[in-house]
């Protein structure tokens, strides 16, 4: 698989929405999800990614530098990091989830 190796990322911003589903799709790829809370806000989410994942990057978007992040189990996550606050976000395509 193509592009560079990818071992850890911490995620500052995340969609509320399927996050129950994200989480269980990571896992499942073999990443490990720690959070940092402060009572009950999510603040971060740092994950540990499996040998042998793989971070391609993806032409930028308005103020978003994109990439994707490849596992060797065929799943597939899209991070996203604003330019301006260095903040990431992430999400995985719906028909994964």
């Given at each position: ?65 994109r990439s ?11 991070v996203s ?17």
């Open positions: 698989m193509r592009g560079t190796p990818i071992s850890e990322l911490d995620v500052h911003r995340f969609q509320g929405e399927f996050y129950v589903e994200t989480r269980r799709y990571l896992e499942k790829q073999g990443c490990v999800w720690r959070e940092q809370r402060t009572g009950d806000q999510l603040e971060a989410i740092h994950l540990t990614f499996p040998a042998g994942t793989v971070r391609k990057e993806l032409l930028p978007d308005g103020v978003l530098d994707q992040v490849l596992f060797e189990k065929g799943g597939v996550l899209f990091i604003r330019r301006l606050s260095s903040e990431n976000s992430i999400s995985v395509p719906y028909v994964l989830l």
